[in-house]
């Protein structure tokens, strides 16, 4: 299912999903959509993928993604997102790609938020400002592969950033 890009919707109502358990991917990208309705993707126990880049959300709320338990793909990029709270990603242990490419994430990456996401091989945090990274941040990324830090004001990275993620195969710095 994808609304169509550009529609400017404003917001979502979570009955237009109540009957969508097996949906397995949504795009909702570039709607303009400024909020998200608290249970709005709970009843999509099948989603594999969510589009929701270019809304211009932000924040987002702690147990948003809580019930969409098999995401696979999550694109949270140009959503303007200052900070990503605590627990936000919990549940998502099938995670394979996060991209949060293009917010405004320069002191909002809280130790401990990619917690759980033991599935994640790609992560995409470009053009996000980003000025230093925490030592154990990535801690729990064992089996990352991809990262994107292309974009930002890092002007240096601890020795031990990756020292759990053994199957690194791409670091952009660019």
Same mark, same amino acid.
């Given at each position: 299912?994808?609304? !169509?890009?550009? +529609?400017?919707?404003?917001?979502?109502?979570? #009955?237009?999903?109540?009957? %969508?358990?097996?949906? #397995?991917?949504?795009?909702?990208? =570039?709607?303009?959509?400024?909020?998200?309705? $608290?249970?709005?993707?709970?009843?999509?126990?099948?989603?594999? +993928?969510?589009?929701?880049?270019?809304?211009?959300?932000?924040?987002?709320? =702690?147990?948003?993604?809580?019930?969409?338990?098999?995401?696979? !793909?999550?694109?949270?990029?140009?959503? $303007?997102?200052?900070?990503?709270?605590?627990?936000?990603?919990?549940?998502?242990?099938? %995670?394979?790609?996060?991209?949060?490419?293009?917010?405004?994430? +320069?002191?909002?990456?809280?130790?401990?938020?990619? =917690?759980?996401?033991?599935?994640?091989?790609?992560?995409?945090?470009?053009?996000?400002?980003? $000025?230093?990274?925490?030592?154990?941040?990535?801690?729990?990324?064992?089996?990352? =592969?991809?990262?994107?830090?292309?974009?930002?004001?890092?002007?240096?990275?601890?020795?031990?950033?990756?020292?759990?993620?053994?199957?690194?195969?791409?670091?952009?710095?660019?």
């Amino acid at each position: 299912l994808a609304i !169509v890009n550009n +529609a400017k919707l404003g917001g979502l109502n979570k #009955q237009w999903f109540k009957d %969508l358990s097996n949906l #397995q991917t949504l795009v909702l990208t =570039r709607n303009g959509l400024t909020q998200f309705e $608290k249970g709005i993707f709970d009843a999509l126990d099948g989603l594999d +993928a969510l589009y929701l880049s270019g809304n211009p959300v932000g924040e987002l709320d =702690r147990d948003v993604f809580s019930h969409v338990v098999g995401l696979e !793909v999550l694109d949270l990029s140009s959503m $303007k997102l200052g900070t990503l709270p605590m627990g936000i990603f919990d549940n998502l242990y099938d %995670l394979e790609l996060l991209d949060l490419g293009e917010n405004e994430l +320069a002191n909002g990456l809280t130790n401990g938020v990619f =917690r759980n996401l033991y599935s994640l091989k790609t992560l995409s945090l470009d053009n996000n400002h980003l $000025k230093t990274l925490d030592t154990v941040l990535f801690d729990d990324l064992k089996n990352l =592969r991809t990262i994107d830090l292309s974009g930002n004001e890092l002007s240096s990275l601890d020795p031990q950033l990756f020292h759990d993620s053994l199957d690194l195969e791409l670091l952009d710095l660019s």
